[in-house]
């Protein structure tokens, strides 16, 4: 007998079920398995749900952005072009990220939904999970766990002049756009502008 767990779903309660559908659909390109006027549920893989949208009965209390819950849910994409191709579609959209994050064990770009929590379409920037909880445990990320925030487009021009993708998914290359604010201010509950 295997214990052995794979994280199945995530529903979120929410007062605008069409606006958070839309928009996880959008943003994970996915699509919907059943929906009524109450709920909602999508998938955007083999699974037959992996995010739930629910209206309650008489209505819910807003979250406030300082308030406890969940931060973000995130998503792996398997290379650094499908994660920038899918954030040029999203751009192309008018839908940018607030926080895009040089983590170092992944490169992320995280999206906040209409009930203001957030979403990360991240790539994982090491060969395997064993090297990622090395880097976890070393002094550089104990000193600084969340790494500094990136320029996308940034990025895909450097891409495009042929920097190696290894090169670009470093916190060093990360560091040299100096001009942006930290990962932390971007990430915390209150509300920040577009880069
Ligand atoms: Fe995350």
Request: some cysteine; hydrophobic content about 40%.
């Amino acid at each position: 007998m295997s214990n052995k767990l794979r994280l199945a779903h995530v529903v979120f309660q929410t007062n605008r079920v069409k606006a958070m559908r839309d928009f996880y659909c959008h943003l994970l390109q996915a699509e919907i398995v059943f929906e009524n006027e109450h709920m909602c549920f999508i998938t955007y893989d083999d699974e037959h749900h992996r995010l739930a949208f629910m209206a309650m009965p008489g209505g819910l209390l807003e979250r406030p952005p300082n308030g406890v819950g969940l931060m973000h849910s995130a998503y792996t994409f398997e290379s650094l072009d499908a994660l920038l191709a899918r954030y040029s579609l999203l751009k192309d959209d008018g839908l940018e990220p607030v926080a895009p994050v040089q983590h170092g064990p992944t490169t992320s770009l995280y999206y906040r939904d209409p009930d203001g929590s957030l979403a990360e379409l991240q790539i994982d920037n090491f060969a395997s999970p064993l090297q990622a909880t090395e880097f976890m445990h070393s002094e550089e990320y104990i000193d600084d766990p969340l790494g500094p925030v990136f320029n996308p487009e940034r990025m895909l021009q450097a891409l495009s002049r042929g920097t190696p993708e290894q090169t670009l998914i470093t916190r060093e290359w990360a560091r040299d756009d100096s001009q942006v604010p930290s990962a932390l201010a971007r990430l915390s509950g209150i509300p920040v502008e577009p880069m």
